[in-house]
């Protein structure tokens, strides 16, 4: 398992669990305090990571270590679909298997964003709707 010491990660680094943001609390080299911490990247899937100390971390697993103090027993999985949504809420420790299971939703392009559904099309997003049925009726009618 990875070894991080939580207090010192505390000292530098900020957590919001409501937003899923993470900012600086330290001053060095090209990071000023109170700056978002990370970025976006796409490696095979889209993903949120935080360069820190060295080495490149997942900003959900990352998160998961921050709030509990552990770190996750296997995947992350956001619940809405979304990878760059880290708030707390959207977060859950589940096996590798579990998460491969819950990810086809993902790759049809409609996923669950905040109060409503998400589609896309070729992996851009493409449109919002209230429901799961009226999001893949949309993007249908868009790929036409």
């Keep these: 398992m990875k070894q991080m010491d939580?207090?010192?990660?505390?000292?530098?680094?900020?957590?919001?669990p409501s937003?899923?943001?993470?900012?600086?609390?330290?001053?060095?080299?090209?990071v000023r305090l109170g700056m978002r911490a990370g970025s976006a990247f796409y490696n095979g899937?889209?993903?949120?990571?935080?360069f820190y100390r060295g080495k490149?971390?997942?900003?959900?697993?990352l998160a998961w270590f921050y709030v509990k103090g552990e770190w996750p027993k296997g995947d992350i999985d956001h619940i809405d679909h979304?990878?760059?949504?880290?708030?707390?809420?959207?977060?859950?420790?589940?096996?590798?298997?579990?998460n491969l299971r819950n990810s086809h939703r993902a790759?049809?392009?409609?996923?669950r964003n905040g109060g409503g559904w998400q589609f896309n099309i070729d992996g851009k997003y493409a449109g919002w709707a209230k429901t799961e049925e009226e999001?893949?009726?949309?993007?249908?009618?868009v790929r036409r």
């Design 45 to 50: 899937g889209l993903r949120y990571q935080i």
């Design 82 to 98: 979304n990878p760059l949504n880290n708030r707390w809420s959207n977060l859950r420790d589940v096996t590798h298997a579990e």
């Design 107 to 111: 790759r049809d392009g409609v996923y």
């Design 6 to 16: 939580l207090d010192l990660l505390r000292k530098e680094l900020e957590y919001n």
């Design 56 to 61: 490149n971390y997942q900003a959900g697993p």
């Design 19 to 30: 937003t899923g943001e993470w900012k600086w609390k330290i001053s060095k080299q090209k």
């Design 135 to 141: 999001a893949r009726r949309r993007q249908k009618q």
